[in-house]
């Protein structure tokens, strides 16, 4: 790779003149402040001159120098940077792993020869994780100088903790020519200085029961989450041998594609940076503990999961929380994920609080009270360091829910602030808006189009919605599971295969269409996952969810629900009154339990789940279903578990 081109300082540079006063120097600023194109120049005038500089680079998302995932240190020599030490964090967040940055800075400043020593500081100069980092930085780093990029110091986020350090501080304003990159273009820079790293890596084994694992690692049970990780390899000291990438996890063996390391490890650090399918390097999702089992499955259960109507689909497990005469909440728990879906956001009060931070998807009929009045419960339960929570519902729910939000004084939650994507159903179009608690307005996302209704699509499930009439839009929607993928155990004895991990493997490559991918079997041989599918797995159609309520008893209604519920396997439906009450139902624009019924026979659907009775029949509601029984003469559930 050609060296970039790199401009000299002038003479009379501030930097160059705190150089000569000051061996350590600080170099901090905003995002796209031009921190590493300035060190480069101060580094490429000084080599100039006959001066030696360094550089320890501190930002493991997009480092000037060496790998992302690493803290670098290095020395300029012919017109570029020369990596001399890297201290693997295997995370591309400054701001939630700063304890192992700052230590990983210390020890490679103790490294750093005598002579100039540049710190080019990460962009993180907001909340907490700033005003920790920047004293932390510099005390690591043993700096005597500051250099701040800012075009107002008094105006820098951090201006009183740089007053704090009590250090010669110079302030400069950014080149005119300097801007951030933007979130796509420094997530493809980072890939591609990733790419470069591997581009002399070899296929690894390690043996896990040999080696320490610290940092943030993913539970034995979900292989999955490993692939695609970074892995920081580490000497018996904890220094760093060398940096690679997780092929796979099976059972006690890792496989690892790395740059022949110095030494032998006896040590692995494993965070959070990942490459996903898309090739690209970024932050993974969190992966909450399991048991090291693949059937465990540590979801909360709903306090009132024995008495509300459950449905068991496979893949999916989803709980009326507050019974059929409660506010509307349907919990779907995807098992063996740590992960949640609700449908209606009702009182919550059944819910333990911790699983909120599983919830990944929440998907709102519409906005009267029953059915949003428990995002209050998700709004205090996501403060922290969690993903944004998508919503999705009818037009006006970015406007209600940032309603809610604004109701709050936020003013100690820094950059724990809760944050949502907010998507609104208009036809066939999804209008997108990020709330985060504390902003002052919604930020517009780019809109996109959803044919048919599809709202949600990934491997595993789908989700779609149509618009019905309660006087205002409501949303009904269908979960469609991709198709269930099962061991045929016969002829994995056949072949004298153990069960383990690597079957969890080739059922994720084969539902994502990954035919060539290549499977380690137990017997340390590879397949391609087409030729093992073919063999071990046999497959069915997912079973689909309906979920529908609050809409009026309309030609409309009726022929929109039974287009989206045709041939489920289980329709969550409302029916609030008798027919003898059909005025009322009219009137308010709800369904009779008939009308409830008639639906469900229409739709074909397998199984019939009424709910959001009135609480006028809470001592009887075995009319209601009996005039149901009378229309659908499928199963009709009256309560409790079943599958």
Known sequence: MMPVPTEHLPADHPLLALLKRHDHVLVAGAPGSGKSTLVRAAAATLAARGQACHCLSADPGLPGIGPPGAACLGRWQADDWQLEALAALATLDAARFRLPLVQAVRCLAERAPAGALLLDAPGVVRGAAGAELLPALAEAGSVSALLLLTADAASFPLHEECRALGLETVTLAPAPNARHPGKRRRRERRSDDWAAWLATAHETMLELPSLALIGTVPPRSAPEAWAGR??????????????????????????????????????????DAQRGCDGQLGTARPCLPTRDTPESDDTPEPLESREGPRADLGTFTATLVNGVFGDPLLH?????????????????????????????????????????????????????????CRLYGPPGLASHLHGLVRGILWDRVGDKAPRFEVNELHGERLARWRIVAGETRPTPLPSRSVPGGLLRGELGFRVRATTLDHGTPVLAFALEPDQRVSVRKEQLAAHGWPPGP????????????????????????????ARLAEVLLMSRPGERLVYATDLGDTAENRRRLVALARGARVLFCEAPFLEAEAEQARRTGHLTARACGEIAAAAGVARLVPFHFSRRHVSDPRRLHDEIRLAFPGEAAGGGESS
Do not use: M
């Not at 390899?233 to 496989?255: F, H, K, Q, V, Y």
């Open 230 to 271: 970074q892995v920081g390899l580490l000497d018996e000291r904890g220094d760093t041998l060398g940096l690679g990438e997780i092929i796979a996890l099976e059972a006690n063996r890792l496989w690892i594609r790395a740059p022949t390391p110095t030494g032998t490890p006896c040590t692995l650090v494993v965070r």
């Open 332 to 388: 779907v728990r995807l098992k063996h994920q740590q992960r949640s879906l609700l449908f209606d956001l009702g009182d919550p009060g059944r819910l333990p609080a911790r699983l909120a931070h599983q919830v990944s998807d929440v998907f709102i009929s519409h906005a009267h009270f029953d059915h949003i009045g428990g995002f209050l419960w998700l709004l205090r339960s996501r403060i922290g360091e969690y993903p944004p």
């Open 502 to 529: 690597w079957l969890g493997t080739l059922k994720h490559h084969t539902l994502a269409g990954e035919e060539e991918a290549l499977i380690r079997l137990p017997d340390g041989t590879t397949q391609t996952a």
